[in-house]
């Protein structure tokens, strides 16, 4: 599986893979080939749950940056007390 199909993987589809890959290769018990072959599927993986991190932290961050601008704009010509 490659190219398209880790974009259509959900992040826990990828974790779970992810999982299993992992747990197979600690088992070991398998070829060289399959092995390398495991490893660079744990690194697609890898790297889909990273995309999908990755864009969960910038819709976090656009989300906290909206709710700040929009506490910013409520405080708007009030007055502040000043410490002496």
């Known amino acids: 599986m490659s190219g398209r199909a880790e974009e259509t993987l959900s992040y826990e589809q990828a974790r779970d893979e992810l999982i299993e890959t992992v747990r197979r290769l600690e088992a070991g018990g398998t070829s060289l080939e399959e092995s390398l072959a495991l490893w660079e599927r ?9 995309r999908w991190l990755e864009g969960a932290r910038a819709r976090l961050d656009a989300a906290l940056a909206e709710e ?3 506490g910013e704009g409520e405080g708007e010509g009030e007055e ?5």
């Open 68 to 70: 700040e601008d929009e």
């Open 42 to 50: 744990g690194e697609e993986l890898a790297k889909v749950c990273r």
């Open 80 to 84: 502040t007390e000043e410490e002496d």
